[in-house]
């Protein structure tokens, strides 16, 4: 009898099934959806920073629960929640607390500290009252970063990639609070021959304190957190990076323009690089594990204003919202085209020449 019940043990084995993996796979798809904006947001905000400094845009903010740092021209301005003006930080200059105008913002994970990557790889301190606080020069060369975070007193720094140079480049790099290198992440296959221009690949995104991280000549997207980095989904399979070997003829190449994760949901912008540009919005829903996609833009059936476009995601008090921002004058012109009691009325909200407006839909919890 134990020959036989050692082959039943063996054959039930074989029919379990294998534990499901957690590598979410991206495979874009054909438009088979339309969206509302209302099948996942609940209101929007619209926050009309102040006129007290006049500015040509921001690249770059940090959102807290009382207030909204700014990376402009004019340099870090910092604002309530409701857009008004309380005050610069620091200012542009060659001081020894002062930044140039290429500069980057993050914020610490805990503490009410801003930190500002300048020229010469400085690393400036200063505290949300404006007050300085610190200055380090890092110990290695960090070029310039799209972006850079921090996690676990550590700052990461993700890098431009480009077909200049055919070498290994870093995806990103960590120094500590010394300046000291701590690690690199290298792509051991991008080797480029020629150069072809400059291919911005980054796509970093706030969610849950941590960023997303993909390139157009790779398959995988890395989610970088405090508990560190987590290859947590890939693309395709290889059928869409750019590679050189197809550097010359993009078509069918992918580019992803961002990459925004939620509770509930991940948001991808991304077309083919074609002739003919088609920009897509797939939609991941976490909770049901399907992907929708549409290449139309996804109506704003809650104030008529302006279809969905989002940059980034962020947390205020607890919830959870899609960001982007708008100059005045398209705003207000969306506005009076939907011709709406409601969005006339926020028409006459907005002063068409002040300052860039901050779009905030918040997200449903369910």
Same mark, same amino acid.
């Not at 059936?301 to 607890?318: E, H, K, M, T, Y």
């Given at each position: 009898?134990? $020959?036989?019940?050692?082959?039943?043990? #063996?054959?039930?084995?074989?029919?379990?099934?294998?534990?499901?993996?957690?590598?979410?796979?991206?495979?874009?798809?054909?438009?088979?959806?339309?969206?509302?904006?209302? +099948?996942?947001?609940?209101?929007?905000? !619209?926050?009309?920073?102040?006129?007290?400094?006049?500015?040509?845009?921001?690249?770059?903010?940090?959102?807290?629960?009382?207030?909204?740092?700014?990376?402009?021209?004019?340099?870090?301005?910092?604002?309530?929640?409701?857009?008004?003006?309380?005050?610069?930080?620091?200012?542009?200059?060659?001081?020894?607390?002062?930044?140039?105008? +290429?500069?980057?913002?993050?914020?610490?994970?805990?503490?009410?500290?801003?930190?500002?990557?300048?020229?010469?790889?400085?690393?400036?301190?200063? +505290?949300?009252?404006?007050?300085?606080?610190?200055?380090?020069?890092?110990?290695?060369? #960090?070029?310039?970063?799209?972006?850079?975070?921090?996690?676990?007193?550590?700052?990461?720094?993700?890098?431009?990639?480009?077909?200049?140079?055919?070498?290994?480049?870093?995806?990103?790099?960590?120094?500590?609070?010394?300046?000291?290198?701590?690690?690199?992440?290298?792509? %051991?296959?991008?080797?480029? %021959?020629?150069?072809?221009?400059?291919?911005?690949?980054?796509?970093?995104?706030?969610?849950?304190?941590?960023?997303? !991280?993909?390139?157009? !000549?790779?398959?995988?997207?890395?989610?970088?957190?405090?508990?560190?980095?987590?290859?947590?989904?890939?693309?395709?399979?290889?059928?869409?990076?750019?590679?050189?070997?197809?550097?010359?003829?993009?078509?069918?190449?992918?580019?992803?323009?961002?990459?925004?994760?939620?509770?509930?949901?991940?948001?991808?912008?991304?077309?083919?690089?074609?002739?003919?540009?088609?920009?897509?919005?797939?939609?991941?829903?976490?909770?049901?594990?399907?992907?929708?996609?549409?290449?139309?833009?996804?109506?704003?059936?809650?104030?008529?204003?302006? $279809?969905?476009?989002?940059?980034?995601?962020?947390?205020?008090?607890?919830?959870? !919202?899609?960001?982007?921002?708008?100059?005045?004058? +398209?705003?207000?012109?969306?506005?009076?085209?939907?011709?709406?009691? %409601?969005?006339?009325?926020?028409?006459?909200?907005?002063?068409?020449?002040?300052? $860039?407006?901050?779009?905030?839909?918040?997200?449903?919890?369910?």
């Amino acid at each position: 009898m134990r $020959p036989l019940l050692i082959l039943i043990l #063996l054959l039930v084995s074989c029919k379990q099934e294998k534990p499901e993996s957690n590598i979410l796979i991206f495979e874009p798809q054909k438009a088979t959806h339309e969206f509302k904006l209302s +099948d996942f947001v609940e209101s929007i905000t !619209y926050i009309q920073f102040d006129s007290t400094k006049i500015f040509a845009g921001f690249d770059g903010t940090v959102l807290t629960d009382d207030f909204i740092f700014l990376k402009t021209n004019l340099g870090i301005l910092k604002y309530d929640r409701t857009g008004r003006f309380i005050q610069q930080i620091g200012g542009i200059g060659q001081g020894p607390m002062e930044y140039n105008q +290429d500069y980057q913002i993050t914020k610490s994970e805990s503490g009410e500290k801003l930190f500002i990557h300048t020229y010469e790889d400085i690393i400036l301190t200063y +505290d949300f009252d404006g007050n300085f606080l610190n200055r380090i020069k890092a110990k290695v060369s #960090l070029s310039i970063p799209n972006v850079f975070r921090q996690y676990n007193n550590q700052f990461y720094f993700f890098k431009d990639i480009s077909s200049y140079a055919p070498s290994q480049p870093d995806l990103w790099l960590v120094i500590d609070e010394k300046g000291k290198w701590v690690s690199s992440k290298k792509d %051991e296959n991008l080797f480029f %021959e020629s150069s072809s221009g400059a291919n911005y690949i980054w796509s970093p995104t706030d969610y849950n304190n941590s960023s997303i !991280y993909w390139n157009m !000549y790779s398959d995988t997207i890395y989610r970088i957190n405090k508990s560190g980095v987590d290859a947590f989904g890939v693309f395709g399979n290889g059928r869409y990076r750019l590679t050189p070997q197809n550097e010359s003829n993009r078509d069918g190449c992918l580019k992803m323009n961002c990459i925004v994760e939620t509770n509930r949901f991940i948001f991808f912008r991304w077309a083919f690089m074609t002739g003919e540009w088609t920009s897509n919005i797939t939609i991941y829903d976490k909770q049901n594990k399907t992907f929708k996609n549409t290449d139309k833009p996804i109506v704003n059936d809650i104030d008529g204003g302006a $279809p969905l476009f989002f940059s980034r995601s962020v947390q205020i008090n607890g919830y959870q !919202y899609l960001g982007t921002s708008m100059r005045p004058e +398209d705003l207000k012109e969306k506005f009076l085209a939907s011709n709406t009691p %409601e969005s006339r009325a926020l028409a006459e909200t907005i002063d068409e020449e002040g300052n $860039p407006v901050m779009v905030l839909y918040k997200l449903k919890e369910q």
